[in-house]
């Protein structure tokens, strides 16, 4: 581990360039356009390519030296003082949804690129080298899974397997990569890092509704996913009184209201949610017979996520012993919760609070390549507001005061693990 | 209006052919018979003509004189002793769903035909004349609106514009009528009457549970339909926390349990049920943001139909005030409670405890030829239980012996009507 950090005067007030950081997003969000403003770039696609050669080429500009691994995943090495070292990583991912943004993935890859550029601005050498890394396929639109750069790396998925994934039109992950040149020689294997920074948009509500410019991201939380079927008896809703009724739908209404309550009762950060449900036979005077839909718990804990799968099951149950309906539970995904490390969460504590950027602790909701890196490397995520806490959407948008900060914030994390020369 | 009834100890013994009653309706099920057991024979098709041939030769078999009138009905009369009075009619329809039952329909037709037959057995002429009459298209899954042929013979449509109705294919009523050579001469219009007796399965579970042979209907419920929309925002089930978000399924599960309340609040005939519901944007991780749904409240006065309305609008406006969600309500259709007629209950009533049947009322949730009659003519109907409760359906089954009870019934309420001549 690198000792304390050796930081002067002149480091503390060094500030990343917050306009050639937001040209830079949108230089790179030029690449698969869409009318509506946002960005349309799958991964490994043509445009992908295009992207991945514009970031490329700025890393060189940047004095890096560039290395591809063999599931494409990118890293742009600028040299430490001591280069045997190992490198603080920073990164996400430029692959988007279909209908995606500017901002998310990008803004953590351009994060990177512009603390490198900030610090050759000033000569500055890092003890510790740094890299900045761009994660192949995060968004799983085109192949899954998702984060699957990431989890190739960290070992979650097989290398083999993983390169035999298909799109829909039949082409592998293999080919895709060998069509854009980016099957590399690199060993696609987790190796020694002082830590992972990622940048992200929230993707969420939190920080713009409370005036907040810098999640200080502790963790991400666990998720367990289930089907659910409620079988009733299709009835004339004419003819049938209310007290012989058999109706999937009111009971499902019921324990939607119950999962509701369960993520109520291991609040703030756990929550429920059913997004989709299938009502049959779904006809205007009908009685429905069958109602199925999914339930999705998340939470910080896994002994949080356990008391949660208890409680769902005791909904289940008592809907079951009520004897109207019959209910039948199945889970289909989990994803352990992952704790962040504690010592890359305080340095993006410290350098916000350095920075006077009004800031809270954060868990996030989503699926980020850091959570996969956790698992291998001290990993933190530096959270910033996006309008409306929308993303996944073209109209996704963040403020520039807000891109700024957040690297200034990965600038100074950074910096804080790698080491400065004097 | 008909003097009190003429009945001698011989009448009160009377009692149809149960076997006969049966047999016809097995015969009639052949026409469109299904390899599940069940009848598929929608309205004015050549299946429909066939079964309507079979059903006239009966008749004519029977010694009636028959009429068709321009829409298609049916009267099969059989004279009374002073043939000047107003008929007393029994009937229903032969038309079925796409998927229908053998009973459906064709049991107050045949019920019909086998009281004539009885009478004809033992030589006995009644005071008034009694006709049994076929109603066109009363499923109204070929042709719309349903109860199509009962509805222009009391004027709720018109003529020119229901022959003018297409089928998918183009057809037209009119068109269809000529093809199967059920355009009649006589007026689709109605004309002064005794009564109407409709028999029918239930198609609903209350007679079977209760181990009840004849359901005396005393009215049909009224009805309102609405649309609702539940209009939230659509967010990312991750990283939204439960006290930011606007989800519409969890606000429509609310409502779906309160708009059940509704019902229950007015019991025992009151109803309400939601038996359609989209989802969107209908993804498993994915917070919805709209929820649209139907509504269906039935009750037996338009007093208490009005206060479920009400009932209904304030659940609705606590909702909009809570603010989370914005709810819309439309009202798409209304159908009047249609009470049946004193007299012709009590007859139905009489007839069922002199035969010494389980018997109790009973109200019609579902539509039928008699809720029109009985805008013109004093109306009744007879209920018998169906297996499970289950009707448009193929499996839709009664039993023999609840069959030939229903059919007595009839018999008996007719003759109370018509009169018998010693």
């Avoid at 999640?215 to 996913?225: I, K, P």
Wanted: aromatic share 6%.
């Amino acid at each position: 581990m690198m000792g304390a950090v050796t930081e002067t005067k002149d480091i503390s007030l060094l500030r990343i360039n917050g306009q050639r950081l937001w040209d830079s997003l949108m230089s790179l969000a030029e690449i698969g356009a869409t009318i509506k403003g946002g960005v349309s770039r799958l991964a490994l696609t043509d445009l992908d390519r295009q992207a991945r050669d514009r970031f490329v080429q700025w890393a060189k500009d940047a004095g890096c030296t560039v290395r591809i691994d063999e599931i494409g995943n990118i890293f742009a090495h600028r040299a430490g003082a001591d280069d045997d070292l190992p490198p603080v990583l920073a990164g996400s991912h430029i692959d988007t949804q279909p209908t995606g943004g500017k901002f998310d993935g990008n803004y953590g890859v351009l994060s990177g690129l512009e603390v490198m550029r900030t610090l050759n601005d000033q000569n500055i050498r890092t003890r510790a080298p740094i890299e900045v890394v761009v994660w192949t396929n995060e968004e799983g639109s085109r192949f899954v899974p998702v984060m699957m750069g990431s989890g190739v790396f960290v070992g979650a998925f097989p290398l083999a397997d993983t390169l035999r994934q298909k799109d829909t039109t039949g082409c592998s992950v293999g080919e895709a990569l060998e069509a854009i040149g980016y099957a590399g020689p690199t060993p696609a294997r987790h190796f020694p890092a002082q830590g992972y920074f990622e940048a992200h948009i929230e993707q969420g509500p939190i920080l713009e509704a409370t005036d907040t410019t810098i999640g200080v991201v502790t963790g991400a939380l666990g998720q367990r996913w289930y089907d659910m079927v409620v079988t009733g008896m299709e009835a004339h809703a004419g003819p049938t009184p209310m007290d012989m009724r058999h109706d999937a739908l009111l009971a499902a209404a019921r324990l939607i209201q119950e999962i509701n309550q369960v993520a109520l009762d291991h609040a703030p950060d756990a929550r429920s949610t059913v997004g989709w449900m299938d009502v049959y036979p779904n006809s205007r005077n009908v009685i429905p017979g069958t109602v199925r839909f999914s339930v999705d718990l998340r939470a910080a804990t896994d002994e949080k996520l356990d008391a949660m799968d208890a409680q769902l099951k005791t909904v289940c149950d008592a809907m079951n012993k009520g004897g109207r309906v019959q209910v039948q539970l199945t889970q289909v995904v989990y994803f352990a919760p992952q704790p962040f490390d504690a010592e890359r969460i305080g340095s993006v504590r410290a350098a916000a609070r350095m920075l006077q950027l009004s800031h809270r602790d954060i868990v996030s909701g989503a699926g980020h390549d850091a959570i996969y890196l956790a698992q291998v490397t001290p990993s933190a995520m530096i959270f910033i507001p996006c309008k409306d806490g929308i993303s996944h959407n073209e109209i996704e948008s963040a403020r520039p005061e807000h891109v700024e900060a957040g690297c200034n914030v990965l600038l100074h994390a950074m910096l804080q693990q790698a080491g400065v020369l004097a």
